[in-house]
């Protein structure tokens, strides 16, 4: 079993829908998590960083943790074709990341 | 700020020859980098972690002669291919974090093509 198990889709949704892309892990010692948003042959950029349960905004974005269940969330709203990239989660061991596989998200005009 | 570079973003070389890709932390010191490879729709793989003025600790898997990674500065880390083969052939991603951060910041990676 994977310590991070992310579904790699493709999930395709409308414009303007709302995105809710997820992540189950293991190892209850994780304490930060991350989302990253990967376009094709780009390096990842940092989306979100959240340490603790509980929710975090930041414009379009939400991330949610959720400790107990070992589940993190990421919800985009309003969502637009320039969403359109892998999402990937990642949690820390030591100063390592351990990632999710990624979820390609394609968002239709 | 937080922004690294990598050169060069796209290489192509013959089968035996060493290629080096050069990793950059443009607006802050990067305690520590680490270097990826990310295959065609698959996860990034960790390669290795270095610290500046140290050796490099590579993962389980991972043949040290073959990938040298040098980080002999606080903002600059290579790494070689050594007589790289058309199965080396992979996306090659750096990143790096400042002082005590668990945030990692990427850079735009290389695509590696050996012939």
């Known amino acids: 079993q994977k310590e991070v198990e992310q579904d790699p889709g493709p999930l395709s949704v409308p414009e303007g829908a709302i995105v809710s892309l997820n992540c189950t892990y293991s190892?209850?010692?994780?304490?930060?998590f991350m989302w990253y948003r990967q376009y094709s042959r780009k390096g990842p950029e940092l989306l979100m960083y959240?340490?603790s349960s509980g929710n975090k905004e930041d414009g379009r974005f939400t991330a949610q943790v959720d400790k107990s269940s070992k589940y993190i969330s990421l919800f985009i709203r309003d969502s637009q074709p320039s969403d359109s990239a892998t999402y990937l989660c990642?949690?820390?061991?030591?100063?390592?990341?351990?990632w999710g596989a990624g979820t390609k998200l394609i968002i239709k005009p | 700020g937080a922004v690294v570079s990598q050169h060069p973003s796209w290489v192509i070389c013959k089968s035996g020859t060493s290629v080096k890709i050069e990793c950059r932390s443009l607006?802050?010191?990067?305690?520590?980098m680490f270097w990826y490879r990310q295959f065609p729709k698959q996860s990034l793989m960790l390669m290795a972690t270095?610290?500046?003025?140290?050796?490099?600790?590579?993962e389980q898997g991972v043949e040290k002669d073959k990938f040298l990674i040098n980080h002999a500065s606080l903002t600059l880390s290579t790494l070689t291919v050594t007589s790289a083969h058309p199965e080396d052939s992979s996306f090659y991603i750096c990143?790096?974090?400042?002082?005590?951060?668990?945030?990692?910041?990427f850079g735009p990676g290389t695509r590696l093509t050996v012939l």
């Open positions: 270095s610290n500046e003025g140290s050796k490099a600790t590579y």
């Open positions: 959240t340490y």
């Open positions: 990143s790096a974090t400042a002082g005590t951060g668990n945030e990692q910041f």
């Open positions: 607006d802050f010191q990067a305690t520590t």
């Open positions: 990642a949690m820390n061991r030591n100063y390592q990341l351990i």
């Open positions: 190892n209850s010692a994780f304490q930060y």
